[in-house]
């Protein structure tokens, strides 16, 4: 091969060579808008320069059979490494993309978390302020002796602190759900007494709504739990479908066992949730018309979340759907075998 030949080679080389990093810059530049068609073309922008720079150095040149046909298996062996620079090419391109998608799917829920915080905050600081404002009225009232039945208004001090020590107790517990600290206090748990316990509790609050509360155990179902947490969780529910089932109408508490699953549910005669509320019920701070949270001046939303907090710490999971005449909560928890 002459000195020319050579000169012209080493010339579509580095042609080819340039031809392939333009074209690798091109599809880096179109995986911004379209990350679909930049990894289509990727194998191609590689091996087109470097079949191209091939051929036309074949053309420019005066070559012998043998010359042609061994520049025919460069290009040969040449062909499967542009379309293997080009496949990872392709493969990171792709996975730049799933990193984006990941840290902008991180980014929104770290601001829905921020937000729905923020809300949780306003509620729960109206909800303190409320009762406290009444409180004050109250204890003023019956300081200057104006007040006609001073029993009536103990009684009602009573149930105001009641209601923000419940309030309260609950942003703790969902705030100790949320911590990365968290450590549950396992210990072996019959669910039958866990109902007969949560039914004793929330009986006062059936007979103020006259709403009939029944509870049932089918046979020894028994679970390792942190107890106070799952009795909170439960009371929660009891307490939610007893505000908003009407009066005259029914709450049903029950344990069952599935398999090696325990299953503690609840349900009402609420009417039912209607289906686009269904996903949010559980978010702390959120409250619908129809939401499964205590309405304003009765909480501040994060019963529920409370509920689903404890579930996913210890493993299980919380859901509600729609029954005849209202909504059925189950709370399912892995059960002892």
Do not use: K
């Not at 060579?17 to 990894?39: D, E, K, M, Y």
Request: charged share 20%; hydrophobic share 50%; glycine share 8%.
């Amino acid at each position: 091969m002459s000195m020319q030949n050579s000169d012209v080679l080493l010339l579509a080389v580095m042609a080819a060579g340039a031809a392939a990093v333009v074209g690798v810059l091109g599809v880096i530049l179109l995986a911004r808008r379209s990350t679909s068609t930049a990894v289509a073309v990727a194998p191609g922008a590689v091996v087109l320069p470097v079949v191209a720079g091939v051929l036309v150095s074949l053309a420019q040149m005066a070559l012998s059979p043998e010359q042609s046909r061994l520049m025919l298996a460069v290009l040969g062996a040449s062909v499967p490494l542009a379309i293997l620079l080009g496949v990872l090419l392709a493969r990171r391109i792709r996975a730049l993309d799933r990193r984006a998608a990941e840290e902008q799917a991180n980014r929104s829920r770290d601001q829905e978390v921020e937000a729905s915080r923020r809300e949780m905050v306003a509620w729960v600081s109206h909800d303190l302020r409320t009762p406290l404002a009444g409180l004050r009225a109250m204890a003023e009232a019956l300081q200057d002796g104006v007040v006609a039945d001073p029993s009536d208004y103990h009684a009602r001090i009573i149930a105001h602190v009641d209601r923000m020590s419940t309030m309260v107790d609950d942003l703790l517990a969902l705030s100790r759900l949320h911590s990365g600290d968290l450590v549950l206090r396992r210990e072996d748990v019959s669910l039958a007494d866990l109902v007969s316990d949560t039914l004793a509790a929330a009986t006062p609050l059936a007979e103020a709504q006259n709403v009939r509360l029944r509870g049932s155990a089918e046979g020894p179902v028994t679970a390792e739990v942190d107890a106070s947490l799952v009795s909170r969780a439960m009371n929660n529910l009891v307490v939610n479908a007893l505000r908003h089932t009407p009066r005259d109408g029914g709450v049903t508490v029950s344990a069952t066992p599935e398999g090696e699953v325990a299953v503690l549910s609840v349900e009402d005669e609420c009417g039912g949730i209607p289906t686009e509320h269904l996903e949010r019920v559980f978010e702390a701070g959120w409250r619908g018309v129809d939401a499964r949270t205590p309405t304003a001046g009765d909480g501040a939303g994060i019963g529920l979340a409370v509920v689903e907090a404890t579930a996913q710490a210890h493993g299980g999971t919380v859901e509600v759907r729609n029954v005849e005449g209202g909504c059925r909560f189950e709370l399912r928890l892995p059960a002892l075998t």
